[in-house]
């Protein structure tokens, strides 16, 4: 399948994942900004995908991005981050939300499995009221939070650093 044909609308999104759930197969939902694809983001994907049998992923709009990273971010646009987080085999599909949080998307979509990274635990998981309200299992999965876009952007600003 083409990149591009993985990226999908809302609804868009919704009508394959009913096609998917009307054959059996288990919905996974991860969810991130991606500014700056590095290996713990490939890692936590893999890993979400492990979860189920199709992986989407939300990706935080520019908009959003910016409001929760501050000014400067996101550096790629949501266009640019969805067509590499599509580029990845793990990646079955992946939808632009513009909410500050993927409560709605949750609530939308009702995946069986929600995938957060080792940044959380599952008290700390910010959705975890509304996926237990939904019946969706909350699985923390990736390697440990060695990764951060952060930082890398910060070694990037001070030349001569590793």
């Given at each position: 399948m083409d990149t591009r044909e993985k990226i999908l609308s809302r609804e868009g999104v919704r009508e394959v994942i009913d096609e998917h759930r009307r054959a059996g197969k288990k919905i996974v939902l991860a969810n991130g900004i991606f500014d700056l694809l590095h290996a713990g983001h490939v890692r936590y994907l893999k890993a979400a995908k492990a979860e189920g049998d199709v992986l989407v992923t939300g990706i935080n709009s520019d908009s959003?991005?910016?409001q929760l990273k501050g000014e400067g971010r996101p550096i790629l646009t949501e266009r640019?981050?969805?067509?590499?987080?599509?580029?990845?085999?793990?990646?079955?599909?992946?939808?632009?939300?513009?909410d500050l949080d993927v409560k709605p998307l949750l609530r939308e979509?009702?995946?069986?499995?929600?995938?957060?990274?080792t940044d959380y635990t599952p008290e700390t998981v910010p959705e975890r009221e509304i996926a237990r309200l939904l019946g969706i299992r909350?699985?923390?999965?990736?390697?440990?939070?060695?990764?951060?876009?952060?930082?890398?952007?910060?070694?990037?600003?001070?030349?001569?650093?590793?």
């Open positions: 959003s991005a910016k640019a981050r969805a067509a590499l987080v599509a580029a990845l085999d793990a990646v079955d599909y992946v939808v632009i939300f513009d979509l009702q995946p069986d499995v929600h995938a957060k990274g909350v699985a923390i999965v990736g390697d440990p939070k060695r990764h951060s876009t952060r930082e890398l952007l910060g070694r990037l600003r001070r030349p001569g650093e590793r």
